[in-house]
Nanobody
Framework: QAQLVESGGGSVQAGGSLRLSCAVSAYTYSTYCMGWFRQAPGKEREGVAR????????DYADSVKGRFTISQDKIKNALYLQMNSLKPEDTAMYYCAARRGGGICRLKEADFGYWGQGTQVTVSS
């Protein structure tokens, strides 16, 4: 069973950068797709970015395109989210997620079966 542990959250001023990390157990041969989601207070959880672990194909939410980059390190069993040009509206709890098996992997909560506990990102203006 995949276990996910996020780190790297914190507080930063608008325009700054943060790099989130997700340590993944049972990686590579057990996961098919990995993603980052976020949830702001009073809002639904939304997909931010996802990567197919085999092909490396990525997808991003329109709100983060050009600013965020998802990447993986199969040797270190890790997933990353580089966040640049951060905005106050990026403030949220960020979650790492994994999908095992095949099928379509979209930026939708229902497409992922494994979740981390989250790491808080706060962007001040």
């Amino acid at each position: 069973q995949a276990q996910l542990v996020e780190s790297g959250g914190g507080s930063v001023q608008a325009g700054g950068s943060l790099r989130l990390s997700c340590a993944v157990s049972a990686y590579t041969y057990s996961t098919y797709c990995m993603g980052w989601f976020r949830q702001a207070p009073g809002k639904e959880r939304e997909g931010v970015a996802r990567i197919y672990t085999g092909s490396g194909s990525t997808d991003y939410a329109d709100s983060v395109k050009g600013r965020f980059t998802i990447s993986q390190d199969k040797i270190k069993n890790a997933l990353y989210l580089q966040m640049n040009s951060l905005k106050p509206e990026d403030t949220a709890m960020y979650y790492c997620a994994a999908r095992r098996g095949g099928g379509i992997c979209r930026l939708k909560e229902a497409d992922f079966g494994y979740w981390g506990q989250g790491t808080q990102v706060t962007v001040s203006s």
